[in-house]
Structure formats: structure tokens, C-alpha cells
């Protein structure tokens, strides 16, 4: 339903068309009385909340998340962003409009990072939170992405489909689930245990905000991984050099930490290593030859660096952990993580989820994406 409000650009323009949808988040369209009806209907699809949705139980399983956020993500969120550009389907959007380059790149993760890590603060996912606003400024930005690409003729729909199509939102938003429910699955349960439940619930709804089809929103172990599954098998096979290769590589090249002092370069250097084993580990199956054909070459260096990376953020889940299940002590550790979360959200930057306007040449009024 953002495809249409993107398809606004050549009569509005890039920048009113998220100013507009910036104020509807925060103030509602009935205060915007001439707000575009696309933008209405945008809103208020992302308003008509499903019955299933138990914020209370949304709201443990963020809680649940927030150590995770607080102390791997930022460690291991370059390795994940890698895995976007396994395939040259999903990463040849970005290539034809110029949305990752060496430059933008370290912008793209950090707005990953400080999206899922926003979505984790408390109260984040309520009507007015920072993570509603967050993700319908994430759902407006691949409308844009599809709008120019599909206007720009470079795109063959007969061989690709539509461009950055909802379903793209599976290994990001539901990554967490597929490894919970494969881990269930292998211990022979069929269905999840109650921690396990509620990050969950916390990941479908934050897919359903994104625009991900309630269809996929898988509830127990098999369908997730069904799903998912399902959803790789469509993607047409191939690696790409020229697309994947260079977005690979500005990924692993972004600059996501002041390297201006020793502390900090030499924080950068541990944190690609770790990264680099994250996806090593998650993605190629713990072969090192087919990191390689990726892109992604693993030194002894980097395997010491992680090591000692994982140690570190390992054992500080694990005293987090312990201390959520005391009485008291619990409350005081959260209040701790929120914290810590926060303070690595700060140093991320503004996130504004959108691409840079000047990359983005209106098409001829007329001119609409395909609604995705």
C-alpha cells in the first residue's frame, strides 16, 4: 500500500512526500486534512492492527531482545547486512539506483541497526513509538526504490518480478525466528517455549508494520521454517561480480565506527572480523571456500579477533541473562540494557530511511510502480 503514495513523487516531489508521511506518524492523517488518500490508506492499513497482535506479549519478547540488541547486534549487524547481497535479484535494486555505494553504505547499516534496535526500546512499537514510524519510513523507502527502478526500464520484470517485493522483508525481520524455530525443530518440539513465543510475536509484528503478508507470518516452528524455505526457492540463483561483488564490498569496507583514534580503529578492525565469521557461520554453512566465492575471506587473524570479540559479548549475554531471572535485580538490569541500548542508537546517527533525493529522478507524471 506505499507503492502508490511513492508513485506521488512526480506531482509532489521527494522530500514533501516524507515530510507528509513524518507528520502522519506523528500526528495521524485525521490531523492532516489534506493528506493525499494514498497516504491515508498507508496509514491505515498499518493501523488496522490483526487480532493476534498481544502488545503485552510484544512487549516481553522486546524486553527478551534488548540484550541480544544491546550487546551482539552491533558486533555482528555488518555480517547480516553481507548476506543481502548473496543474490543478484535482491541486490541489484540498490545497483540501478545508486541507494549503496562505498559512500552510503556504513548509512544503510547503521539505519538497519537503529531500526531493530529502535523496534526493541519499550513502548517503541505502539502507534505513536519510533519503531511505527520507523518502520513506515522503511516501507516508503523501497516503494521509492521500486517506483524509479521499475520507471527507469533497466529492470526486466519477465526475469526478476517486481522489484524489493514485500516478501524481501523475510531475512531481516524473521532471520531470529528461523534460527528459534530450526533449533526447535532439531530438538524434536513442535512448538515454542514461552520466551521463545514472545520474541515471536515481537518479530511478526514488526513484519506485519513492514508490510510482510500475514500469510507468511508464520506461528510455530514448521511453517516459519517452511516458509523460509519457500521464500529462498523462488529467488532465482546467481552472484553477480559486478552487482553483488561491489556492494559486497562496500559493505565490508563502511566505516560504522570514528576510526579517527586508535580506540576506535582498532574496534573497527575487530568488528569485521566478527562480522565476517557471523556470516561465515550463518550464511555459508561454516565453509570457508564458499565465503570466498562471495567475496569474504577469513584469515587466522579474524578467527583470533572473533574469538576474542566472543567472548566478550558472549559471556556479558550471559551475566545479562542471569540477571534478568533475580527478582529486582532484573528490572535494574533491563533499566541497564535500555540504557546501553539507547547510547548505541546515539552513536548511529539520525536514521532518516530514505534514499538520497538527488539519486532519485522523478519519472514522467503518469508513471507508476506496479503495487508490490
Avoid at 539506483?97 to 547499516?109: D, E, P, V
Avoid at 516508503?140 to 524509479?148: C, D, E, K, P, Y
Wanted: glycine share 8%; with cysteine; aromatic share 10%.
Amino acid at each position: 500500500v506505499a507503492d502508490p503514495y511513492a508513485a506521488l513523487m512526480p506531482q509532489f516531489g521527494f522530500r514533501p512526500l516524507v515530510e507528509m508521511l513524518v507528520t502522519a506518524c506523528d500526528k495521524g492523517v485525521d490531523a492532516m486534512p489534506d493528506a493525499p488518500p494514498e497516504l491515508v490508506r498507508f496509514i491505515r492499513a498499518m493501523e488496522d492492527t490483526p487480532p493476534w497482535v498481544d502488545m503485552a506479549l510484544i512487549e516481553r519478547g522486546a524486553r527478551l531482545q534488548r540484550n541480544a540488541m544491546a550487546n551482539f547486534a552491533p558486533w555482528a549487524i555488518r555480517g547480516g547486512f553481507i548476506a543481502t547481497f548473496m543474490n543478484k535479484y535482491a541486490a541489484l535494486p540498490m545497483a540501478l539506483t545508486g541507494t549503496l555505494t562505498h559512500k552510503t553504505a556504513a548509512r544503510r547499516i547503521k539505519e538497519t541497526a537503529n531500526f531493530f534496535g529502535t523496534s526493541t526500546l519499550p513502548g517503541a512499537l505502539k502507534r505513536h513509538g519510533p519503531g511505527f514510524k520507523a518502520a513506515a519510513m522503511v516501507r516508503l523507502m523501497h516503494s521509492m526504490v521500486r517506483f524509479n527502478v521499475l520507471s527507469q526500464g533497466r529492470w526486466d520484470q519477465k526475469v526478476f518480478g517486481i522489484p524489493i517485493p514485500q516478501v524481501d522483508q523475510m531475512p531481516a525481520g524473521l532471520i531470529g525466528d528461523f534460527f528459534l524455530s530450526a533449533g526447535a525443530l532439531k530438538e524434536g518440539r513442535k512448538t515454542f517455549n514461552a520466551d521463545e513465543r514472545a520474541q515471536v510475536e515481537l518479530s511478526r509484528y514488526r513484519c506485519f508494520l513492514l508490510g510482510l503478508p500475514q500469510d507468511l507470518l508464520g506461528d510455530n516452528p514448521q511453517d516459519i521454517v517452511d516458509f523460509w524455505n519457500a521464500r529462498m526457492l523462488t529467488l532465482r540463483r546467481g552472484f553477480d561480480p559486478a552487482t553483488c561483488g561491489a556492494l559486497l564490498k562496500a559493505t565490508l569496507e563502511a566505516e560504522l565506527t570514528d576510526t579517527s583514534t586508535p580506540a576506535g580503529a582498532l574496534r573497527e578492525r575487530f568488528e569485521k572480523s566478527f562480522a565476517k565469521l557471523y556470516f561465515l557461520q550463518n550464511f555459508c554453512e561454516g565453509k570457508e571456500a564458499q565465503a570466498r566465492q562471495f567475496g569474504v575471506r577469513i584469515t587466522p587473524l579474524d578467527r583470533a579477533r572473533a574469538t576474542a570479540v566472543g567472548a566478550h559479548v558472549f559471556g556479558r549475554m550471559r551475566a545479562y541473562s542471569a540477571a534478568e531471572k533475580v527478582p529486582v535485580i532484573g528490572a535494574i538490569a533491563d533499566r541497564q540494557l535500555t540504557s546501553n541500548l539507547k547510547r548505541y542508537l546515539g552513536t548511529l546517527g539520525h536514521a532518516e530511511f530514505t534514499s538520497d533525493g538527488a539519486k532519485y529522478r522523478p519519472a514522467k507524471a503518469g508513471t507508476a510502480a506496479r503495487p508490490g
